[in-house]
């Protein structure tokens, strides 16, 4: 199994800062990404974490990336603006479109924030998150490049298209969705396919587009949607949302996030959505709380210990990796260190191995 | 196999509107929810077809639905409203929110309608179907009284909470995906229990929460929520905007339509978006044919003819059930000439038998 170190979360906040603000980006600009690839760490997401660090700095090197970009409304009405991206970090602008919503919500009930030429903005919870904090709902989503087979194909069109939905509630925790539209992330089977192991059935198809459990086969073919053909749907919608309504790249015309040849042209959606709307916010906060106390005390199932909301397993996560320190994978600890070195950064010492039982699933 | 005749759809639409008005529905109020019954029929999704007639009667008789209400907007802002449907049949309620959520979208962008004190609304696909008729995006959402077990647990505690979404696009068909949240409809179990059949693993849990292929063990447990944690979430979220933001009742507090001795106070919500928001409606409409036109030339898996849009199976349904007659289970008619002579209204002549392969899946 991987080697697994702690990390004190403040240190590795410093040195993704530290690093991004080598590359030219803005000190302000530079402690928002890494609040959001951090969050990601924290909340058990490492697919999303400090593991793209690397690949945030090889883009700006190759200039497909702007680190100092200026996010522009281009269009606006009472409650929908478009944001030009300008090229920049996702985490940057999606910050800013997210605000943006906010304060179209507020004014006038429901805000909706169309983005274009925008790059890969991490998890889509870290932008709900701040909605929560603002007491609204919000709602995030990004198109991404093709690695997905539509229900009923056999070939890779539509991303692995994320997005999420927060909602803050009174005594009980906010409920924080956030999901790919594929079954599982494409990580897992690139881990099983090293290690050779088969892949369990309904995660991926072959070439041909038939089910496979071959990681490699699996690898070579493409992921599907969850839940079949509406999952395959939900992906489509995100990414008319996302990339046909706003002008972004879409589908086969966008490009990935590792070919650094090229910008990437994406684009997002982000909704908020006061609390209050349609009662005062106390009255909805305690009915959010009825809602999550409904599913907290239903019944589980077999072998399960308690009925979990969404997001209440990130949360204990954070809980957890803010206590002991963040996890990182020691080949993702050599990459980081390896582009510190690169640019006079100092990666920081771990605090000490993760026990095997500690680490996020 | 069941017998299933074919009959003329405007005399099955005239059929509805009849029995509604003897029930003391306005005749313009008949005839939308005779047009949402039928369009469901016509797309081949006869569960919410007019074999919702006799429980929709039933409870105008019993006067847990008002049959003639007054649905008014008690809390507006420039892109918000909140409409209380005064307990009128969901057809009318939800056409009127749509019709506000669309012209609130036109003056502030999107359009955001919450619909408390309603009742079943039908298929979603009907009111997103009225924003693309008049070029808006549109999106549908309805709680449901609990059916299924959230995803972890062993007991119902969501609805099969649906929801549709409609985009407009240029030459090619607009999409039109319209689903519930469950894995399947708890029809499909009932005619498997009936036949004593097993039904596919996946589909249901029994009372312990442990998977089932037994069908009448699945009817005795829950359905399952579409794409595991995924749906069950979304499920739960359809749950928080229709039911807890709008004041309706949600979760274990809503009633069967089955049961008639309460009111529903289901909720909806209707969203609008103009798609001329952010570039030319044309230019949005060449967009749109572009990424459909990808979907559909997407090579296909082993086995299947074409990739599907989201809605074009249903809208060759329609063009079928349209030329060649509105296909009715013989037990459907059954109930539906019951009902009829009840009130002294004639059921319809059948043209013939539709025959096996033309019946929708």
Same mark, same amino acid.
């Given at each position: ?17 530290? /690093?991004? =603000? ?28 400090? *593991?793209?660090? %690397? ?9 497909? !990336?702007?680190?100092? %970009?200026?996010? +522009? #409304? ?18 940057? !602008? ?15 009930? #429901? ?11 991490? *998890? ?21 490049? %093709? ?36 079954? /599982?992330?494409?990580?897992? *089977? ?8 088969? *892949? ?11 089910? @496979? ?32 309504? @706003? ?8 490009? @990935? ?11 997002? &959606?982000? &909704?908020?959505? +006061? ?5 005062? @916010? ?8 009825? #809602?999550?106390?409904?599913?907290? &005390? ?7 210990? +308690? ?34 070195? =690169? ?15 500690? &680490? %996020?699933?």
């Amino acid at each position: 199994m991987m080697d697994v170190l702690r990390y004190r979360a403040d240190e590795i906040w410093g040195f993704c800062g530290s /690093v991004l =603000e080598k590359l030219s980006v803005p000190q302000e600009d530079a402690e928002t990404v890494s609040d959001c690839l951090l969050q990601a760490d924290l909340r058990g997401v490492d697919s999303h974490g400090v *593991i793209r660090l %690397p690949v945030y700095a090889g883009r700006i090197r190759k200039g497909v !990336v702007n680190p100092r %970009p200026k996010p +522009r #409304i281009v269009m606006s009405y009472a409650a929908a603006a478009l944001l030009d991206g300008d090229n920049g970090l996702g985490a940057v !602008v999606g910050s800013q479109a997210m605000e943006n919503a906010i304060n179209l919500a507020a004014l006038s009930g #429901i805000g909706l924030v169309g983005v274009r030429r925008s790059n890969h903005f991490g *998890i889509a919870a870290f932008y709900v998150g701040k909605a929560i904090q603002r007491n609204f709902i919000g709602v995030a989503a990004s198109n991404a490049p %093709p690695h997905m087979a539509p229900f009923g194909g056999r070939s890779r069109l539509l991303g692995t298209n994320p997005f999420a939905v927060g909602i803050p509630a009174g005594k009980r925790s906010p409920l924080l969705f956030d999901a790919s539209t594929s079954v /599982v992330a494409r990580g897992k *089977i690139i881990v099983a396919a090293q290690e050779r192991k088969p *892949i369990p059935d309904g995660w991926a198809i072959d070439c041909e587009g038939n089910p @496979t459990t071959d990681a490699a086969a699996a690898l070579a073919g493409s992921v599907l949607a969850f839940g079949g053909p509406k999952g395959s749907a939900i992906s489509f919608i995100i990414d008319i949302l996302c990339g046909v309504l @706003t002008g972004s790249a879409f589908a086969l015309h966008l490009n @990935t996030l590792e070919n650094l040849g090229a910008e990437q042209n994406l684009g997002h &959606v982000f &909704v908020a959505l +006061r609390t209050d709307l349609f009662m005062p @916010t106390q009255e909805f906060a305690a009915r959010m709380d009825a #809602i999550l106390e409904m599913l907290s &005390v239903s019944p589980p199932a077999a072998g399960v210990e +308690r009925v979990l909301a969404a997001g209440e397993l990130e949360t204990q996560n954070e809980a957890r990796n803010r206590a002991l320190g963040v996890p990182l994978a020691a080949s993702v600890v050599d990459q980081l260190a390896t582009l510190g070195g =690169e640019l006079g950064v100092a990666f920081p010492d771990a605090l000490g191995p993760a026990g095997e039982a500690e &680490v %996020p699933a």
